[in-house]
Structure formats: C-alpha cells, structure tokens
C-alpha cells in the first residue's frame, strides 16, 4: 500500500471536490510507512490476590474497537524555484484543515478519512517535499461504493475486493439477503419505500418491526467476521444501506 512513487486521490468531504496528487499536481509518494498501526482500545482490571488482570475490553461492544491512527504522506515533485511558495498556498487553500478522503493507487476500492494538515515544506532547488498529515484518521478504510451505491467494475479489485451491491428489493413473502463478512461492524439501515402488508427483518433469531423511513437497529450489525442472512417478512420495497470498512 502507498508504494513510493505512486498517488493518492484526495477528496474533500464537505464539496465533494477531488485531485489525484500526481495526475494533477505532478506530486508522487516519497514514503511507505504512509499509514499508522491500529491501536486497540484496552481495559484490563487488577484482581487484588491474582497474578493476572481481568481484561474486559470487549465487555460492551463483543469485539475489538480501535483507537484512531496517524496518516503522513510524503509528498515531492519537481517545478521552478520560484513557484514553490505559490504552489504550497495553492493547496492548502483546497485542503488545509478539511476532511478529506484518501484513496492510493494500489487500494482504489477503499479510501481513508480524517482531517489534514499540510506540513514539513522543504525546497532543494527545483525539488520540493511536504507531508499531508491526518493525525487522527479513522482506524478503518471504507470501502470507495456503499451496499447501495451503484457498482463499477473498475477499479474493482478480482482478488482483495468485496462486492457489497444490494440495491433496490422487492419483498415477496419471505424474502433473504445474505451480506458479505469484512473487517468492520456496521449498523445498517433499513429504507422502507413502501409496504403492502406488515412488514418485518429477523436477523439471528431477533426479529423487528419495520416501518416507511429509515429504520435502525443497533442489534443488527453486519460486515463482521461472518456474512449475515437478514431474512423479510411481509410485502414491501425497500434497500439496505451501509458501508463496509477493513484495518
């Protein structure tokens, strides 16, 4: 990942607007230790009389939740001397401060969030270097297409990628949706459009009541470590909508 010499696509969350680092400002990855290690938050509780701790760190949540992680990317190309100032300013008025979405090149099915700083300015004659810096990104990249976001085939990855695509469902009787495992836990939404009959979801063996509009429950979670088989009752039209992460 972040393979020196390569770019990164940077997108401000806010607006929506994008620049590919090298593609757009002729700017490659000068590092490859880019992105920081998850650090698992951790609870461990003296027992008095005991030669151990009592780890409760995943006493609410039943599995690993992690703090945010630093991201700093070097970044160097070549332009005259006398422009470096200009083209320093140039990029922190689109950047500076906002969150932003990174997505390298060689992992362009996933990209990482937090907020940036451009840092660290250096000049060599016509060579330039600096660093964006997300001191505290999230500790998942999310995947680039939501379960509901329609889904394109480039730059889909054949051997690390997972197709999340539900889509609009026509709910008849009893219908199931099996959703992909994955490295991180969401709660999903159900998007009721309509109902013709009662309609409901039953997700190992917990079962609940939908209704037209949005519809969340913190029980449900999928994108774990096992694919989850959401099962509907009743008639109606709907879509699940959530968005898959990996450390």
């Known amino acids: 990942m ?34 920081g290690e998850p650090v698992q938050e951790t609870n461990y509780i003296n027992i008095p009389g005991a030669s151990c701790y009592l780890d409760t760190s995943e006493a609410l949540t039943g599995h690993p939740v992690f703090k945010s992680r630093a991201i700093k990317i070097k970044l160097g190309g070549i332009r005259q001397r006398a422009l470096w100032s200009n083209v320093i300013s140039e990029i922190r008025n689109h950047i500076e401060g906002q969150v932003i979405h990174l997505s390298f090149d060689d992992d362009m099915n996933y990209y990482w969030r937090g907020r940036v700083n451009v840092v660290d300015f250096d000049r060599v004659r016509e060579l330039g270097t600096f660093y964006l810096e997300l001191p505290t990104a999230d500790p998942y990249k999310y995947d680039v297409f939501a379960s509901d976001d329609p889904w394109e085939w480039d730059p889909f990855d054949f051997e690390y990628g997972v197709i999340r695509y539900i889509g609009p469902i026509d ?7 099996v959703t992909p495992k994955g490295g991180m836990e969401v709660v999903p939404i159900f998007e009721i459009d309509s109902i013709s009959s009662h309609l409901s979801v039953t997700v190992n063996g917990s079962t609940f009541n939908l209704a037209v509009g949005e519809n969340r429950f913190p029980q449900i979670k999928v994108g774990g470590k096992e694919e989850i088989t959401i099962q509907f009752h009743g008639n109606g039209r709907g879509t699940i909508k959530y968005r898959g992460g990996s450390l």
């Open 2 to 35: 972040a393979n020196i010499g390569m770019g990164v696509k940077i997108t401000v969350e806010k607006t929506g607007q994008s620049w590919h680092t090298l593609k757009d400002w002729g700017l490659v990855i000068g590092n490859n230790d880019c992105i």
């Open 171 to 177: 709910i008849n009787s009893t219908t199931s949706i």
